[in-house]
């Protein structure tokens, strides 16, 4: 099985990697990216790119099984068209789009083409999946959840495009989406959200479904952690405390092998909680 990779050079593409090295008969056949060519992933087997046009190029001509975008979440949308549009299946590191437009364009494909788009949701298979659902189906009354994030970011990143909304989406695209899309998946689709922050650094607000509501908290701001810490991070549902620690399997892996093996994490699976996080940037 082959891969090429988009944007091999950044932090989340270590993880890409090293799932795929995981997986039986694998390969990574090429590499597009900006960075000098003498990236530390980069391997004599592989083909590496600087131009995208000569990258796509090169696919026309040498299929492969997977493409894995990496890149900044701004470039993700049209990664994926041009993928798709020469029928190569890909993997995109979330989120598959930053607003509704693209989104919208995208929903509106073919089956045939939208089933080629899949997207990293690691946290679904996380242990603690199953314990939400399990809580939530478990009470008949209304549910109380609550979330917060917050981790310790360096002035580089604090100044890079992932604070930018125009490139990164935003904050609730960058750490929110995996915990609404856990909680999209216990309690359904959500009726409404009140938003109390919403700024390049921090999110707070409450969203409300059939079934309860979540209060949520997202920072990067050092001014909600004290010297000691780096992170923070709570979720409970009505006062039961879920547990994030480390767990003892590579959830990109197993990512991997729910879309390989059986055609999961498709855009539809997707489509939800992209929508939800987009609705929210346009209406404030």
């Not at 590499?31 to 790119?49: E, P």
């Not at 696919?59 to 997977?66: C, R, V």
């Not at 993928?83 to 509704?100: D, H, R």
């Not at 409450?206 to 992170?231: H, M, P, R, V």
Request: aromatic share 12%; hydrophobic share 40%; net charge negative.
């Amino acid at each position: 099985m082959k891969f090429s990779i988009i944007g091999p050079s950044g932090y989340i593409a270590k993880r890409h990697i090293a799932a795929i090295e995981r997986l039986e008969s694998s390969s990574i056949y090429s590499y597009l990216d900006i960075q000098d060519s003498d990236f530390s992933v980069k391997t004599d087997k592989s083909k590496f790119f600087s131009d995208p046009k000569e990258f796509f190029k090169d696919l026309e001509i040498n299929p492969i099984n997977f493409l894995i975008i990496c890149s900044p979440n701004h470039l993700h949308f049209n990664q994926i068209s041009r993928a798709i549009e020469i029928g190569i299946p890909v993997i995109c590191e979330k989120p598959i789009c930053i607003n509704l437009e693209d989104l919208e364009v995208l929903s509106l494909l073919p089956d045939n083409k939208r089933d080629l788009i899949h997207s990293i949701m690691q946290l679904r298979l996380h242990p603690v999946a199953g314990q939400i659902r399990d809580l939530i189906s478990s009470n008949q009354s209304s549910i109380n959840a609550n979330i917060q994030f917050v981790t310790r970011r360096d002035d580089a990143y604090k100044k890079s495009w992932k604070v930018t909304r125009e490139f990164s989406g935003g904050i609730l695209f960058n750490l929110g989406i995996h915990y609404f899309d856990l909680i999209f998946n216990a309690l359904g689709q959500p009726h409404d959200s009140k938003i109390e922050i919403l700024d390049d650094f921090t999110a707070k607000g409450i969203t409300s479904f059939a079934k309860g509501q979540l209060n949520w908290f997202f920072s990067i701001d050092d001014q909600y952690l004290n010297e000691a810490q780096n992170t923070i991070r709570e979720f409970s549902i009505d006062n039961a405390k879920i547990d994030f620690s480390s767990v003892s399997e590579d959830l990109h892996y197993l990512n991997y092998l729910e879309i390989i093996n059986n055609n999961k994490f498709k855009f539809k699976e997707m489509y939800n909680v992209h929508q939800y996080i987009a609705n929210l940037y346009k209406h404030v």
